[in-house]
């Protein structure tokens, strides 16, 4: 005894959508998918709008004992392609290693799960998703290490060079009380005439730029501050 034509109609659609899963893995099939001669990617789309199944919870409870992602909240599509590598690991034997350019029902799902491996992106999935994929044995690759900030190859000036030596050797002796013959090797092999260097400075105060006396008023000369 048929209780509806609407019930008689989701029974035959449902019966298309089994068969579409036993080969696919999943009900969010593309909307132009068919089986058993019917349009179920139209079907299952429309089933999945807002309020589609009001007023039918055994429609909902016949989908869901199929397959109970068939609604996810998240992309359809994510979920069509996660299908297939679940289906395509438990074709192996252990970890399966999945490499872009691996397609399943025209997926390409190898470039498909490197992205989702990209830390950026697997922050960015639902607890849902990274609980689905971390199942089938799927981690985050490690951030890669950020590189080192390149040196400045623009040369310094020889003013700039006092101070970086004047910087150093304060550090070194606790002291810019430094002596008139001192020479001052930075790091980079380059020597300086320290002692000379401030006595210049000083004599040429007046011709020094602010910033210039500051640089040096900030190392703790006193007559570059006066």
Same mark, same amino acid.
């Given at each position: *005894?048929?209780?509806?034509?609407?019930?008689?109609?989701?029974?035959?659609?449902?019966?298309?959508?089994?068969? =579409? =899963?036993?080969?696919?893995? +999943?009900?969010?099939?593309? &909307?132009?998918? +068919?089986? /058993?001669? %019917?349009?179920? $990617?139209?079907?299952?789309?429309?089933?999945?709008?807002?309020?589609? /199944?009001?007023?039918?919870?055994?429609?909902?409870?016949?989908?869901?004992?199929?397959?109970?992602?068939?609604?996810?909240?998240?992309?359809?599509?994510?979920? @069509?392609?996660?299908?297939?590598? &679940?289906?395509?690991?438990?074709?192996?034997?252990?970890?399966?290693?999945?490499?872009?350019?691996? +397609?399943?029902?025209? *997926?390409? !799902?190898?470039?498909? /799960?490197?992205?989702? %491996?990209?830390?950026?992106?697997?922050?960015?999935?639902?607890?849902?998703? @990274?609980?689905?994929?971390?199942?089938?044995? !799927?981690?985050?690759?490690?951030?890669?290490?950020?590189?080192?900030?390149?040196?400045?190859?623009?040369?310094?000036?020889?003013?700039? @060079?006092?101070?970086?030596?004047?910087?150093? =050797?304060?550090?070194?002796?606790?002291?810019?009380?430094?002596?008139?013959?001192?020479?001052? %090797?930075?790091?980079?092999? +380059?020597?300086?005439?320290?002692?000379?260097?401030?006595?210049?400075?000083?004599? @040429? %105060?007046?011709?020094?730029?602010?910033?210039?006396?500051?640089?040096?008023?900030?190392? $703790? /000369?006193?007559?570059?501050?006066?």
């Amino acid at each position: *005894m048929v209780w509806s034509l609407a019930d008689e109609r989701f029974q035959e659609n449902l019966e298309a959508a089994m068969a =579409y =899963y036993e080969q696919h893995w +999943t009900l969010c099939a593309p &909307r132009s998918a +068919t089986a /058993l001669d %019917r349009p179920v $990617g139209q079907w299952l789309s429309n089933l999945r709008r807002p309020g589609a /199944l009001e007023g039918h919870p055994e429609w909902k409870a016949a989908l869901e004992a199929v397959d109970g992602d068939w609604n996810p909240s998240w992309p359809a599509e994510w979920q @069509r392609h996660y299908a297939a590598l &679940r289906e395509l690991v438990a074709d192996e034997e252990g970890q399966a290693e999945v490499l872009p350019g691996f +397609t399943v029902h025209g *997926m390409d !799902i190898g470039k498909w /799960l490197a992205r989702q %491996r990209k830390p950026e992106v697997w922050e960015a999935l639902t607890d849902g998703q @990274r609980e689905r994929l971390e199942q089938l044995g !799927i981690v985050p690759l490690a951030p890669e290490p950020e590189e080192p900030a390149k040196p400045s190859t623009v040369p310094l000036s020889a003013f700039e @060079r006092g101070v970086a030596a004047l910087a150093q =050797y304060k550090a070194r002796e606790g002291s810019v009380k430094v002596p008139r013959a001192h020479v001052e %090797r930075l790091e980079d092999g +380059t020597e300086v005439k320290l002692g000379v260097f401030l006595s210049n400075s000083k004599s @040429r %105060r007046a011709k020094l730029s602010a910033d210039k006396l500051q640089a040096l008023a900030d190392l $703790g /000369l006193e007559w570059a501050a006066a």
